[in-house]
């Protein structure tokens, strides 16, 4: 999802932070590794009011959630990077199934904000799951909805270590390189959707 169908910078958010915190950008991500609260919030082991008092803990501010809900939610751009119409073709010949590392509060926004999400057969999110990309556990959950075998699936992420991980587990998986790069990738695999 993230950086394939809808660009996100999570900087956007920091340097909103910073004032708040006297941390750079640096020192609160390195905070937030250390606390491990983005990795179990992204995995659902949390719920988000706890997310948000851990990361205040983390970052040694004062922020109430909805304060901290609008600079979390602040990461995303308006314009998606692959045309909802493109989607609406696929899915009229094919099962489309989401995969994503991402959690409860930015998905709940995401579906209000982008009507391109609904072009979904199924959601396979790893705060739901219960694991994140690249573990096993999340691609079988998407394989699984996807209903068939993983090499008759295609996948495709921003990060390679995602790719390698779904080409563990036998799906035909390639690294995203923009919108003309994968329709030549989906062409090439006699993938239609005109």
């Given at each position: 999802m993230g950086r394939v169908l809808i660009h996100f910078d999570f900087d956007r958010a920091y340097a909103r932070m910073t004032g708040l915190s006297g941390l750079t950008t640096a020192e609160m991500r390195d905070r937030l590794r250390a606390a491990g609260v983005v990795h179990e919030y992204e995995c659902g082991q949390i719920e988000s009011r706890d997310f948000v008092k851990r990361v205040n803990e983390a970052?040694?501010?004062?922020?109430?959630?909805?304060?901290?809900?609008?600079?979390?939610?602040?990461?995303?751009?308006?314009?998606?990077?692959i045309p909802e119409s493109f989607l609406e073709a696929l899915r009229s010949r094919y099962r489309l199934v989401l995969l994503s590392n991402t959690n409860e509060m930015h998905y709940t926004m995401l579906e209000e904000r982008f009507p391109i999400l609904r072009h979904f057969d199924a959601y396979t999110l790893s705060y739901k799951v219960g694991a994140m990309k690249p573990e096993r556990r999340i691609y079988a959950d998407a394989v699984a909805k996807a209903g068939c075998a993983p090499a008759r699936c295609f996948f495709t992420d921003d990060i390679p270590e995602y790719v390698e991980g779904a080409r563990r587990f036998g799906i035909d998986a390639v690294q995203f390189q923009g919108f003309t790069a994968l329709q030549a990738e989906l062409r090439a695999r006699g993938v239609a959707w005109d």
């Amino acid at each position: 999802m993230g950086r394939v169908l809808i660009h996100f910078d999570f900087d956007r958010a920091y340097a909103r932070m910073t004032g708040l915190s006297g941390l750079t950008t640096a020192e609160m991500r390195d905070r937030l590794r250390a606390a491990g609260v983005v990795h179990e919030y992204e995995c659902g082991q949390i719920e988000s009011r706890d997310f948000v008092k851990r990361v205040n803990e983390a970052l040694g501010i004062t922020l109430e959630f909805d304060e901290f809900r609008e600079i979390w939610m602040s990461i995303f751009f308006e314009e998606t990077l692959i045309p909802e119409s493109f989607l609406e073709a696929l899915r009229s010949r094919y099962r489309l199934v989401l995969l994503s590392n991402t959690n409860e509060m930015h998905y709940t926004m995401l579906e209000e904000r982008f009507p391109i999400l609904r072009h979904f057969d199924a959601y396979t999110l790893s705060y739901k799951v219960g694991a994140m990309k690249p573990e096993r556990r999340i691609y079988a959950d998407a394989v699984a909805k996807a209903g068939c075998a993983p090499a008759r699936c295609f996948f495709t992420d921003d990060i390679p270590e995602y790719v390698e991980g779904a080409r563990r587990f036998g799906i035909d998986a390639v690294q995203f390189q923009g919108f003309t790069a994968l329709q030549a990738e989906l062409r090439a695999r006699g993938v239609a959707w005109d």
